[in-house]
């Protein structure tokens, strides 16, 4: 993970076990998730009139800072909601590269350090939660007990972690989770956008497909509708379609923030 710019020179730095989901939910919903200033932009992961949501199931492992500091190593889970190809509109007060870019509606965490540095630091909208994980399921309930969504796995065939090289569905994956980040200051309200780098090591990450259902009690974030996804049984796994859900292992780096006056401009 060289660094893409000086910003990086300074990170929060872990081992992550990421279980993702890629939705493909109608675009005038997605665009409900984006507060004023966002708009979404063209891809082409999902079909026409839909926009790719990515939802995430983390355990981080031994996060800590590059420098040295008093913020004790951590280790927590964390749920988050991402919208990439997200783009700076032309009537925002924040000048700078348009993206593409991945804002993150919201984030729950069971870590209160992890908490309040995202949200007043990095400008994520993070809150607190509690997540109870178990061989194949992961559950995100808030403080006071609802379930807010709960995320259940299979995996009959056992497949091996392989190189994300191998898998070739998870390479459109890759390239939304390489997008630079977009965040709101201050403290995830705005008005003012900020971007950092939540990179991954590709040359050394390791992906395997996972067949899960997703349940979601409550609206918790608007635009994003509770329900079951699938409908029905379970979803298909990343060896069979972009859309298809996985669990990445990778070592994980987040740069300080920086403006998007100096993003490096992206096809």
Request: proline share 10%.
């Amino acid at each position: 993970m060289t660094p893409s710019n000086p910003f990086a020179a300074i990170n929060l730095n872990g081992n992550g076990t990421m279980r993702g989901v890629t939705l493909a939910l109608p675009a005038d919903h997605v665009l409900d998730l984006l507060p004023a200033g966002l708009e979404l932009g063209e891809q082409q992961v999902t079909p026409a009139g839909t926009h790719p949501v990515i939802l995430f199931f983390h355990d981080m492992f031994r996060a800590q800072m590059s420098i040295p500091t008093l913020l004790p190593n951590m280790t927590y889970h964390e749920h988050s909601v991402g919208v990439p190809f997200a783009y700076i509109s032309k009537g925002s007060i924040t000048a700078g590269v348009p993206g593409p870019y991945y804002f993150m509606p919201k984030l729950y965490l069971d870590n209160l350090w992890a908490t309040l540095g995202g949200l007043f630091f990095w400008g994520f909208a993070k809150q607190m939660a509690s997540v109870e994980v178990t061989a194949t399921s992961y559950t995100v309930n808030t403080m006071g007990g609802q379930r807010l969504t709960s995320l259940a796995w299979k995996n009959p065939k056992k497949p091996e972690f392989r190189a994300i090289a191998e898998v070739k569905h998870f390479e459109p994956v890759r390239q939304m989770l390489t997008q630079p980040i977009i965040s709101m200051l201050p403290a995830a309200m705005g008005p003012f956008f900020i971007l950092s780098d939540f990179d991954k090591d590709w040359r050394t990450a390791t992906v395997r497909p996972l067949e899960t259902t997703l349940e979601v009690d409550v609206e918790y974030i608007p635009g994003y509708p509770g329900g079951r996804y699938p409908g029905t049984g379970f979803s298909r796994g990343i060896d069979v379609s972009v859309l298809g859900s996985y669990e990445l292992r990778a070592p994980w780096r987040l740069s300080l923030p920086y403006p998007p006056l100096l993003a490096a401009r992206r096809a």
